[in-house]
């Protein structure tokens, strides 16, 4: 009696009044196929797999772009490593060279860290006594020109009364100066830790690159497949070589130029012939740019000594310029690249876009591994189409 006194309720809760209760649906004729079930109130089931797949979207989309913020974040990071990287294959010929040599690698990659030194530790040399000796000069001269800024008579103060360069100095620096001269030595300071700092991140990173590079190699290679693996690592030593080849070459034409500029500088009577000479080796490793910009900044410093000293000095690097595409360029990259002029501009434009001076320089091993890697796997499949 209990049972069936609340069956009887549950139907009349359910089952409005008036209404025939609902029987089991009648099998479909044989033959037709089965109807696809589906509520007459809005179709919520024939809804749900277009949230579901839009739902799949919005989360791809949202963790795409929390990868994306990282990796701008890590940025500067990874610039490092891909210098890091590249300084470590361009050196290898030199490693490899010692170790045929029967010298162990820990000892070859010693080897080429010493030298290195003594290169960094010479460019010191060259570069920070005449720099210290003209901050001298300048903190030594500034009392004198504060002194003429008040002088009306002089030339200074002329220029002071026309266009009140004090006043603006001081709203520059931020008022009184006191927070705009804290911010600036803040900033300063933060600059050169930064700096230290990437200097010895590339330097470490470099040196474990340098010690590990065929254990690195090995390792990547086990992700291409075995009956590909043999190829793979040709076309990889391939890469790696011509690009060491070709940083090889590029240092042989910086060091010509930067030789070619302190000799012009010492005859012509620029000041800092040295450390001229070695800014325009170090900014002809750019390559196009690089050396355009170093004779840029040398007839700039050639204002110094006069104005047809300074036009014989771009005289001077428009002609080497012209020796250096034509002549000095082609001898010392014969034997290791060879790309379109066209396609070695575009490479550095994009590269000097997207990661500054670290992009620009290693743009042209980028473009010829690229070149090499068409040339094996796509060029042929599409010859064969």
């Known amino acids: 009696m209990t049972t069936m006194a609340s069956g009887e309720v549950r139907r009349r809760l359910f089952v409005p009044e008036g209404a025939a209760p609902a029987s089991a649906p009648a099998a479909p004729p044989a033959g037709e196929p089965a109807a696809v079930t589906r509520r007459d109130a809005g179709g919520v089931l024939a809804s749900v797999p277009w949230f579901s797949a839009g739902l799949r979207l919005a989360l791809g989309a949202l963790a795409g772009w929390f990868l994306f913020e990282q990796l701008l974040r890590l940025e500067a990071l990874l610039t490092l490593l891909v210098l890091s990287a590249f300084i470590a294959v361009s050196l290898e010929p030199v490693v490899a060279a010692l170790c045929r040599r029967r010298l162990r690698r820990g000892w070859a990659v010693a080897t080429v860290l010493s ?54 100095a001081k709203q520059a620096l931020g008022g009184d100066g006191g927070p705009g001269v804290l911010g600036g030595v803040l900033g300063a300071g933060r600059l050169l830790l930064d700096t230290v700092t990437s200097l010895v991140v590339v330097v470490t990173v470099t040196l474990y ?71 325009v080796a170090l900014m002809d490793l750019v390559p196009i740019v690089g050396s355009t910009v170093g004779g840029v900044v040398v007839s700039l410093v050639a204002l110094a000594v006069s104005w047809p000293v300074a036009f ?13 595409d034509y002549l000095i360029m082609p001898r010392t990259m014969q034997f290791a690249v060879d790309v379109h002029p066209f396609v070695t501009v575009v490479a550095v434009l994009a590269g000097g876009a997207l990661m500054g001076i670290v992009g620009a320089l290693v743009a042209v091993p980028a473009a010829v591994a690229l070149g090499l890697v068409l040339d094996e796997f796509a060029f042929p499949r599409l010859d064969g189409r």
Request: hydrophobic fraction near 50%; charge should be positive; glycine fraction near 10%.
């Open 115 to 168: 030298v290195f030194l003594v290169f960094a530790a010479g460019f010191l040399v060259l570069v920070v006594p005449p720099v210290s000796r003209e901050a001298g000069v300048l903190m030594r001269s500034v009392p004198g020109w504060l002194q003429q800024l008040h002088d009306h008579h002089s030339a200074l103060g002329r220029i002071e009364d026309r266009y009140h360069l004090v006043a603006r």
């Open 209 to 279: 690159f340098m010690a590990g590079l065929p254990a690195i190699k090995e390792f990547c290679y086990r992700f291409v497949a075995g009956s590909r693996r043999e190829r793979a690592r040709e076309l990889t030593e391939e890469i790696l070589s011509r690009t060491g080849r070709y940083m090889l070459g590029n240092v042989v034409t910086s060091a010509i130029a930067g030789i070619a500029t302190a000799v012009w500088c010492a005859a012509v009577g620029v000041p800092y012939a040295a450390a001229l000479g070695v800014f």
């Open 312 to 324: 014989a000095t771009a005289g001077f690097y428009v002609g080497f310029r012209l020796l250096e």
